[in-house]
């Protein structure tokens, strides 16, 4: 490659990605593409066109271009990640989990990998790999809502209720105002025949799926300030005499 050339590829690269960090995904589009015209090997300009293609819901074009990205830089764990991104967004997930597994490997304190590798690892019904996965990620992040949410889901789908009801708990304890969260321990207690646990299955609808508008009313959201006895972590009950007003307002519109 000439210099001239490669000046102008390094140009079109530093404008892409000056544009891509900006948001203007047209113009970040263009110009990776001035990139591979000019080096169609290029691993940085394959890979970013790719996480383009696959925001924009192009998952065939993102795995073309982010499996050439691949193949130029197996050793980067981003690559690898993203590559496992596409191939879970197609269902892939066999080749989704080789990806991420290869990201690990590459990069074992890659907690993003270690959380996606369990859920599709969980999806495929490999519930001890998936809870191995999402124990890796809260090693990293303890914080991890999601994979705590995950590994509870994992525990109850094993039979584990008392281990998945304490994750669900932590999850509370991080974000109590966590609609799933609360569905899904209200449940895990209903399963073992904790009856209380009809408090916290009322939470389903506030969960994302009604909040999505599955339901023929319109709800209420939460009165604001907690319920001093049945929820001192900011959390309310609809079912309690202590919360009536909530959940009046709830029977009134249902």
Request: glycine share 8%.
């Amino acid at each position: 490659m000439s210099s001239k050339t490669r000046q102008a590829l390094d140009s079109a690269m530093q404008l892409a990605l000056q544009r891509h960090q900006a948001g203007d995904l047209v113009a970040a589009e263009e110009q990776y593409g001035k990139v591979l015209a000019l080096d169609a090997t290029h691993p940085g300009a394959l890979h970013n066109l790719g996480i383009i293609r696959l925001s924009r819901g192009d998952t065939d074009g993102a795995l073309l271009l982010l499996g050439a990205a691949v193949e130029q830089r197996p050793a980067e764990p981003a690559f690898q990640f993203n590559l496992g991104l596409a191939q879970q967004t197609s269902g892939e997930l066999e080749l989704a989990a080789t990806a991420y597994r290869q990201a690990v490997k590459l990069n074992p304190a890659y907690r993003k990998a270690w959380e996606n590798l369990g859920v599709v690892l969980q999806d495929q019904q490999q519930h001890d790999e998936a809870i191995a996965a999402y124990r890796r990620a809260l090693v990293l992040d303890a914080g991890s809502v999601l994979a705590r949410q995950n590994l509870g889901n994992a525990l109850r789908a094993l039979g584990r209720l008392q281990e998945a009801e304490a994750e669900y708990r932590a999850v509370l304890d991080l974000q109590p105002l966590q609609a799933d969260a609360a569905v899904q321990l209200g449940a895990t207690r209903l399963m073992r025949g904790d009856f209380s646990g009809w408090d916290d299955y009322e939470w389903r609808y506030w969960s994302s799926e009604s909040l999505a508008g599955s339901l023929p009313w319109p709800m209420p959201l939460p009165a604001p300030g907690p319920c001093p006895k049945h929820r001192p972590a900011a959390r309310f009950c609809l079912s309690s005499s202590c919360c009536s007003g909530v959940r009046d307002l709830y029977t009134a519109q249902r």
